[in-house]
């Protein structure tokens, strides 16, 4: 504790927000992952009930992702100016939305799920929707490991007009 109190209180704000955005990250990655490991075809209750604690969990990381990446953008970062000038952090924002409108479809099948899990019941999965949430969590996931690399380019300065 005493290394951390002669770290300026800036300094250790910036980071711990860093922090966030960078755990938030790999929180939602890992539960896209998870969910794509463990989607089936008419799941067992276990697997159903993980499957939209899971995309609570990814929602709440995404949110955190967003909430931290605007603070970073806006406070804790390099200046605004360095982020909107550079066409990659449009692309990562773009494609950061884009995974997040895709996991509307498995957001709300899953919000069906609960229904009948609430009765006692099994969702009714057929190999058809499983096959077909298998495929936007694979895009998803490509999305989102595409991220990181625009980002580490963007740190070192690609994208940006010539001086």
Known sequence: MVAFAAIPTPVLTSAAVAYGHYLSFMLCFGALLLERFLIRADPDRRTAITMVV??????IAALTLLLSGIARVLHFGQGTDFYTANPLFWWKVGTYLAVGALSLYP????????????KGELPKVSESLAGRLRLVLT?????FAVIPLMATLMARGVGLPAA
């Open 107 to 118: 957001t709300i099948t899953y919000i069906l799920w609960a229904i009948p899990l609430r």
């Open 54 to 59: 899971v995309d609570v969990v990814y929602g």
């Open 139 to 143: 895009v998803e996931l490509a999305g």
